[in-house]
């Protein structure tokens, strides 16, 4: 198995900056894509960004492209989630999550593993 283990949110106000991390461990290996899933409160969790293990390909929703950025660090197992020009919008817990393969096409369904969650808050 793999666990995922978040940290790194927090609150903060309107423009400002927050980087999420998430560390990988157990069965790594198995991992083909790992990214970020959020759920704002009443609303239904949604993804927002994801990486590819080998290649580095990246993903993001409309929503967070050009303020978002998604990285890893392979030799660490470790996931990052730098968020800049926070939004009150953006305020919701956030998850750390991970596809394992054999895995066709990109979608979102395919994270079945996730972290604990950790809480971002943007105040305007």
């Known amino acids: 198995q793999v666990q995922l283990v978040e940290s790194g949110g927090g609150s903060v106000q309107a423009g400002g900056s927050l980087r999420l991390s998430c560390s990988a461990s157990?069965?790594?290996?198995?991992?083909?894509?790992m990214g970020w899933f959020r759920q704002a409160p009443g609303k239904e969790r949604e993804g927002a960004a994801a990486?590819?293990?080998?290649?580095?390909?990246?993903r993001y929703d409309d929503s967070v492209k050009g303020r978002f950025t998604i990285s890893q660090d392979n030799a660490m197992n470790t996931v990052y989630l730098q968020m800049n020009s926070l939004k009150p919008e953006d305020t919701a817990m956030y998850y750390c999550?991970?596809?394992?393969?054999?895995?066709?096409?990109?979608?979102?369904?395919?994270?079945?593993?996730w972290g604990q969650g950790t809480q971002v808050s943007v105040s305007s």
């Open positions: 157990g069965y790594t290996y198995s991992t083909k894509r």
């Open positions: 999550v991970a596809a394992v393969g054999p895995l066709g096409g990109f979608s979102w369904s395919d994270f079945g593993l």
């Open positions: 990486i590819y293990r080998r290649g580095s390909s990246t």
